[in-house]
């Protein structure tokens, strides 16, 4: 019994003597490969970082995009016979939705909408803006048109703006600016086709 556990005792001996002599020969190379691992180990947590940081920006970045024109009617009735009507105004409107995570504040620059080849001449804004809620709508009303004609449709029309939003919490501001036609092919249920007629313009301000 002693014999065996003096012979387990000298082949450990051995093989660590043996561990220590392939590890002297090898050190070059393991140092190399330790080397080359924390390197890579490195560039993998800076890579993640990198990965990490644009995810955060792409999330918290505002977006802002036109959904479609908006339109409002109001009648003026006869005060002698309500059933006729004496006049109708038209509101035109652009509704905007906020697809991205933050909340947005937006203020229009320039807006030209035309409905029926007319448009506002002179428009005179309640408001040059709003806030909008990720994923919730907002509406910007252009201007009033006196349209007194029948509105049965299809009734078409262009709409050019260009407007600058910014997270409300952030200090990062972009400009955008499009121009569409559009084409109403019922009021009620509403319905309506758009489409660009130029390129969407977008930047950083």
């Known amino acids: 019994m002693a014999r065996a556990t003096y012979a387990a005792f000298e082949l450990n001996v051995k093989w660590g003597y043996c561990m220590i002599e392939l590890v002297e020969k ?15 180990m490195a560039l993998s947590t800076r890579a993640a970082a990198v990965a990490s940081r644009e995810i955060f920006e792409l999330e ?6 036109f959904n479609k024109p908006m339109f409002r009617f109001y009648a003026q009735v006869s005060k002698t016979d309500p059933e006729v009507m004496e006049s109708q105004t ?10 991205g995570r933050v909340p947005v504040r937006y203020l229009m620059r320039n807006v030209r909408m035309t409905f029926d080849s007319r448009t506002v001449d002179d428009p005179s804004f309640t408001t040059n803006g709003g806030l909008i809620y990720p994923g919730d709508f907002g509406v910007f009303w252009f201007g009033s048109l006196p349209y007194n004609e029948n509105l049965e449709p299809p009734k078409m029309g262009v709409i050019e703006y260009e407007l600058e939003y910014e997270a409300i919490d952030q200090k990062r501001k972009f400009s955008k600016s499009e121009k569409m036609g559009y084409s109403v092919n019922s009021f009620e249920p509403y319905s309506v086709d758009w489409h660009y007629l130029e390129d969407s313009s977008e930047k950083a301000l």
């Open 26 to 40: 090898n050190l070059g190379s393991i140092t190399l490969l330790l080397t080359f691992g924390t390197f890579w």
């Open 60 to 65: 918290s970045r505002p977006y802002v995009v």
């Open 90 to 99: 038209l509101k035109l409107g652009l509704e905007f939705k906020n697809s």
